[in-house]
């Protein structure tokens, strides 16, 4: 079974700093490329950044130099650390597992950035 478990959302401040974690299980997860995405109310979902199993990177232009992308592998965790967020980046972010035809999704967890 797949699965894809996001944890450490919750309110958040303008300005202020989250780090989210996806544990996954049920997938060889160092041949998965690890992504972030976030869908905001009334919004198409949008990519927010992935990693590669070569740790290569990508961020959407938004998040470069604010958000970090990491992975352990170790520990089957991708990890997203968030800083000086906006309250526009208020959204649910889902975690995603990306190997050819085959894609997974988190639940989500919500990311409310408000004072």
């Known amino acids: 079974q797949v699965q894809l478990v996001e944890s450490g959302g919750g309110l958040v401040q303008p300005g202020g700093s989250l780090r989210l974690s996806c544990a996954a299980s049920?997938?060889?997860?160092?041949?998965?490329?690890m992504g972030w995405y976030r869908q905001a109310p009334g919004e198409q979902r949008e990519l927010v950044a992935t990693?590669?199993?070569?740790?290569?990177?990508n961020y959407a232009d938004s998040v470069k130099g604010r958000f970090t992308v990491s992975r352990d592998n170790a520990k089957n965790t991708v990890y997203l650390q968030m800083n000086s967020l906006k309250p526009v980046e208020t959204a649910v972010y889902f975690c995603?597992?990306?190997?050819?035809?085959?894609?997974?999704w988190g639940r989500g967890t919500e990311v409310p950035v408000s004072s």
């Open positions: 049920g997938i060889s997860f160092r041949l998965f490329t």
């Open positions: 990693i590669t199993p070569n740790d290569s990177t």
């Open positions: 995603n597992a990306d190997f050819g035809p085959f894609q997974a």
